[in-house]
Structure formats: C-alpha cells, structure tokens
C-alpha cells in the first residue's frame, strides 16, 4: 500500500491532463482572453481537489488519527451497523476544496470491506450516513475494532477502496480516495475519548480525533 506520489493524487492524473489540453486548445483557439481565462481556473481548481501532500504521523499508539481532511459535522453515540457494535462516531465532512485522499486511523488488519450502493444527498446531512453511497472499512487493531465508511455527497460519483480483507494498514496510510466532495465516518468503540467537536477544522493524519482507552 505504498504511495509514491505523496504531491498530486494518481487519481487525478488523467483529469489534470483533459483540462491541461483543454486550457491549451482554449487559449490556441479563442486567443488570450475571458474563455481561455476560464478553461486555465478550472485547471487550477482540478489540480488543487488532486493534491495529495504527505503528512506527519503523531507518535501516540493510543490516538486515532483523521482519515481526512475536512470539518467535523458529527461526535454522538449510535450503533455501528458495519461491525454490529454500540459506538463513538465522528464523522468528517470534506467540500471541493479538501484534500480527497483517505489515510487509516489506526495500524491494525482489515477484517471486512463492504461496499453499498445508494443515494447521492448532501454529505452534510444525518441521513448521509445510511443512505448515501458508501463503503465501509472494518480494522481489527488488536485491542479495539475500528470502522472507516467512505461516503459519496451531493457531487462525489466515485468512491476509491484499495484495501482488502487481511490487509495490515499503518496508521496514515493511504488507503482509498473520494472524488469531489463527501466524508468519511469513524466509528470506535464507547470507551473512546473524543478530542474534536462539531465545526473543528481536521487534517488528514496529523490531526487526532480521539484517544482509545482499555476501560
């Protein structure tokens, strides 16, 4: 699961083409100029949704680290319905302008992947959670299960997974992308001790959503 373009997104490789091309053919065809203007922004808006920039890992073994860049939406207690589990969810929202790369939370082995198809409503809502497009990550760390649930939005149309049962994940490793706007939420267990709120702003891996604890 090595990553050896930690700058721009392999992801985004052919669409960082199609609108370079495109800029160019704007600019020969229509000369320099409002439209040409137009077609070069929108190479610059592809390029930065495709950035994939390399982070920090904190040394704490105990800390569950953000699977994404983004804005906390949600910290409550519900049922984690992938690993059939009373939880603690934090659930990040990334816009189009967050880094889309999704990297573990914790070391540990995959025990279950599931993908679901559904709906397509706005990343932001509660319903999201079980209705949208999704695909759920289940990593068995040793001491403590947790659950990683990529979900589509409003504009995301493709959800990235690149692991497998009985992979082993580190923690900030990068393991699937989503493409324009979603989020992704954690499910950890009851005992975990959360350390963000609703509106916090996150980063992916350098950022710690909470602490697990053996009480």
């Known amino acids: 699961m090595n990553y050896p373009h930690p700058i721009l997104a392999k992801e985004g490789w052919p669409f960082i083409a199609i609108a370079f091309f495109a ?7 229509f000369g320099p100029g409002f439209v ?5 922004l929108a190479l610059v808006f592809v390029v930065q949704f495709f950035r994939d920039p390399p982070r920090a890992i904190p040394a704490d073994t105990d800390a569950v680290l953000s699977p994404a860049d983004g804005r906390i939406v949600k910290v409550e207690k519900v049922r984690d319905p992938y690993a059939d589990r009373d939880a603690l969810l934090i659930s990040v929202f990334m816009n189009v302008f967050n880094v889309h790369s999704n990297r573990s939370s914790v070391d540990g082995t ?20 079980l209705e949208n497009e999704r695909n759920a990550v289940v990593i068995d760390t040793g001491r403590h299960t ?7 939005g409003l504009i995301a149309r493709r959800i990235l997974c690149y692991v497998k049962p009985g992979d082993v994940l580190a923690r900030g490793e990068r393991y699937g992308f989503i493409r324009f706007g979603s989020r992704v939420d954690v499910y950890l267990p009851v005992s975990a001790r959360a350390l963000v709120a609703p509106g916090d702003k996150v980063y992916a891996t350098t950022t710690i959503l909470a602490t697990l604890s053996d009480a």
């Open 146 to 152: 947790v659950t990683l649930v990529q979900v589509a």
């Open 110 to 129: 995959i025990t279950k992947v599931q993908y679901f198809p559904g709906q397509f409503v706005n990343a932001d809502l509660d319903k999201a959670s």
């Open 23 to 29: 800029a160019v053919f704007a600019t020969s065809f």
């Open 36 to 40: 040409s203007l137009l077609f070069w």
